[in-house]
């Protein structure tokens, strides 16, 4: 086939680990499945770089990396801000504020590719926070998509709730969804910012435009399965009109998740010296961490658990992210304790999730519930102790304990006033690492839900393998029709 003849599609994620990873991850799948594609993925100077200089698996090595210019101190942010990992919380929405610079940039690269190619590219697949990216398509006549990174449940509960903030009109703890009325939502699942939020504000202005813009795009992909969550996409087709593919679980190997870094061979040569099933693993993923006497409370509860742990940990809320981690932010002399009793490991930063989770000595994922954390956890059978902080997270838990049975919550929120008590941690813990019986209850329902995450991709009747042909076919029927005209 010669280069002419090849279909051009530019993929294109927001500025966060959790959603470069699954779109990366993505790229992978399109290299595998659809060999002859060209796959561009966009984002800004240095995300492009730190891919460039991750460990890439052999399908990455063919995907066209471009950047377009960023500059953070432009917007008052740290000359180092190209994703959330790099700024602490409160920065969060200044970051999403500051990627709206992007548009000329990105339009002018789709020109770049429109002029090079003799033809625009086949098809957009841009992240649900750069929606806006619908109108650079329309310009260029190109089919547009959004590749949703979080699941379907968490991202129709987060719009619904952003859209018409329901908890402004009542004074209930607990209140419906206007869409959706069997929908009910207690004010502690609602993040800091949604909680405060009056419409006016930053986070609304940002992320109310960018939900709108939805309901302009020609398809949604969804980083999930038909069969799993049933609930969440029935819902998520009522809010939006186009057609919505799930084509989950799309899960990067674990050496192609970027940021995947080498020396961490202590971590899993430990692992391979614990029993199977045997350890927790404890992370809030790439953007969060919890308050200071919150850790206490869980490291206590860990201790008294008695089950082995790895945690990932980083400095509490309000500290410098990339700062020093302090002893007193912990129980008098926890870490050496754990250390000289074999029993727990702290690993500081940053960990290689993925390796970590496929390991057979991973019997339990202490998880604030970011959706590729579900993803990457649920694929490999290992059941979840909830710990929502943010964002769809809180609507993740929810789902997975009420409607799929595969975890229990501990706790919710990184404020000090949120409830986090070391013997419900203690009692959580032990019921689902040591046996008991509802955590005999949700390990068979975690093997049900891999066993369906499984099925989606297999070959001939997979969900997510028809979901992935239905979505190419309705991007080739609009380039023939645009043909035509
Ligand atoms: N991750 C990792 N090591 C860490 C923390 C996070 O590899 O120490 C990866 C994790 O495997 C996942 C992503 O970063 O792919 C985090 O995404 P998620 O949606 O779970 O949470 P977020 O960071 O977006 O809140």
Request: with cysteine.
């Given at each position: ?53 991750s ?22 942010l ?49 992240d ?47 209140f419906p ?25 930053p ?12 309901s302009?795009?020609?398809?949604v ?23 919505i ?10 050496s ?39 850790m ?9 658990s ?79 102790v ?94 023939r ?5």
């Open positions: 086939m010669e280069a002419g003849d090849r279909q051009h599609v530019v993929l294109f994620p927001y500025m966060a680990q959790g959603h470069i990873n699954p779109f990366l991850a993505l790229a992978e799948l399109l290299r595998r499945r659809r060999p002859t594609l060209i796959v561009t993925l966009v984002s800004t100077p240095l995300n492009i770089q730190n891919i460039k200089s460990p890439c698996p052999p399908s990455l090595s063919s995907i066209r990396l471009r950047s377009v210019p960023f500059s953070p101190a432009a917007h008052g740290p000359p180092e801000a190209e994703t959330t990992a790099a700024i602490p919380f409160h920065q969060i929405v200044t970051l999403f504020h500051a990627s709206l610079s992007l548009q000329p940039a990105f339009e002018q690269l789709i020109e770049d590719i429109t002029q090079k190619d003799g033809r625009p590219p086949l098809c957009i697949i841009a649900y926070c750069f929606a806006w990216s619908v109108h650079v398509a329309r310009r260029f006549g190109a089919f547009h998509s959004i590749f949703c990174t979080s699941g379907a449940y968490g991202t129709t509960v987060y719009s619904s709730l952003w859209t018409h903030l329901p908890h402004r009109k009542t004074n209930s703890d607990e969804l206007p869409e959706f009325p069997d929908t009910i939502i207690h004010r502690s699942q609602l993040p800091k910012h949604l909680l405060m939020a009056d419409g006016t504000d986070w609304s202005d940002f992320l109310q435009r960018q939900i709108s813009l939805l302009e795009t020609d398809a992909i969804i980083n999930t399965v038909e069969e799993v969550e049933k609930t969440g996409l029935r819902m998520l087709r009522k809010l939006l009109p186009c057609p593919w799930p084509v989950g679980p799309v899960v990067s190997s674990p192609s998740a970027i940021a995947a870094i080498a020396g961490n061979d202590h971590i899993l040569k430990w692992l391979d010296s614990q029993p199977p099933a045997s350890v927790l693993y404890v992370s809030f993923g790439s953007q969060n961490t919890i308050a200071a006497p919150q206490k409370e869980l490291a206590m509860g860990l201790e008294a008695r089950t082995r742990f790895l945690w990932v940990i980083r400095p509490p809320v309000g500290f410098d992210v990339k700062g020093e981690f302090k002893p007193e932010w912990l129980p008098e002399k926890f870490e050496e304790r754990m250390r000289d009793a074999g029993t727990g490991v702290l690993v500081h930063g940053w960990a290689p999730q993925l390796e970590i989770l496929s390991h057979a000595s991973t019997g339990g994922f202490l998880s604030h519930c970011g959706w590729n954390s579900v993803l990457e956890s649920l694929s490999r059978g290992v059941p979840i909830a710990w929502p902080l943010s964002g769809d997270q809180l609507y993740n838990a929810k789902m997975m304990e009420e409607e799929l049975g595969v975890c229990v919550e501990v706790a919710r929120g990184n404020m000090e006033s949120s409830r986090a008590d070391r013997v419900v941690v203690e009692k959580v813990v032990k019921e689902v690492m040591h046996g008991g019986q509802r955590g005999k209850e949700i390990r068979r329902r975690v093997e049900e839900v891999r066993g369906l995450m499984k099925e989606a991709w297999t070959e001939g009747p997979g969900s997510s393998v028809k979901g992935l042909s239905e979505f190419f076919r309705a991007a080739a029927s609009m380039r029709a645009g043909m035509k005209m």
